[in-house]
T-cell receptor, first 114, second 111 residues
Framework: ETGVTQTPRHLVMGMTNKKSLKCEQHLGHNAMYWYKQSAKKPLELMFV???????ENNSVPSRFSPECPNSSHLFLHLHTLQPEDSALYLC?????????????FGPGTRLTVL | GQNIDQPTEMTATEGAIVQINCTYQTSGFNGLFWYQQHAGEAPTFLSY????GLEEKGRFSSFLSRSKGYSYLLLKELQMKDSASYLC????????????FGTGTRLLVSP
């Protein structure tokens, strides 16, 4: 596999469920990102990891919990979500977190919270 | 706060030229990206401008004027496959790549 992959592609969960989103990059990059894309709203940065250390938490509620066990993998753990959290969650990676390199995006996980 | 404005939707015909504008007012500026996103797919990188002027890459060109807080993406010889959303994103002056995105411009190319 090449590029950035995300699983699952679609997820439906209740407000009391716990689930996790997975992202994997095969590009040898050192920085990884989580974004939220809601209908008719801009892509919104959630978290940034550089060399497995979190460098940014963009005021994201604690019901979203990221984890970066190594530079190739990024998880987003979800618990007690709200219906307004329904959105497309995109993962991205870049060579490093400080340069002007482009970010490569995964296909996203379409999340629906009932 | 950060403000990035793009038209919501544009239409054009195959073979034509279209210009998608982006204006920004941000606290700090360290470059501007354009991404293309087809429906249901990942955004893909098109261009990056950090200095004033025009960057040309095949059928696509991107222009930046930092003093005016303005950029445009120019698409020439439009093809049906160019129907997509075009996202303008500003990189802020943080120690890491913090991108602030506009809402995107949905371009519809008709025969």
């Amino acid at each position: 596999e090449t590029g950035v992959t995300q699983t699952p592609r679609h997820l439906v969960m209740g407000m009391t469920n716990k689930k996790s989103l997975k992202c994997e990059q095969h590009l040898g990059h050192n920085a990884m990102y989580w974004y939220k894309q809601s209908a008719k709203k801009p892509l919104e940065l959630m978290f940034v990891y550089s060399l497995e250390e979190r460098v940014e938490n963009n005021s994201v509620p604690s019901r979203f919990s990221p984890e970066c066990p190594n530079s190739s993998h990024l998880f987003l753990h979800l618990h007690t979500l709200q219906p307004e959290d329904s959105a497309l969650y995109l993962c991205a990676s870049s060579q490093d977190s400080q340069g002007g390199d482009e970010q490569f995006f995964g296909p996203g996980t379409r999340l629906t919270v009932l | 706060g950060q403000n990035i404005d793009q038209p919501t939707e544009m239409t054009a015909t195959e073979g034509a030229i279209v210009q998608i504008n982006c204006t920004y007012q941000t606290s700090g500026f360290n470059g501007l990206f354009w991404y293309q996103q087809h429906a249901g797919e990942a955004p893909t990188f098109l261009s990056y401008n950090v200095l004033d002027g025009l960057e040309e890459k095949g059928r696509f060109s991107s222009f930046l004027s930092r003093s005016k807080g303005y950029s445009y993406l120019l698409l020439k010889e439009l093809q049906m496959k160019d129907s997509a959303s075009y996202l303008c994103a500003v990189r802020l002056n943080t120690g890491f790549q913090k991108l602030v995105f506009g809402t995107g411009t949905r371009l519809l190319v008709s025969p």
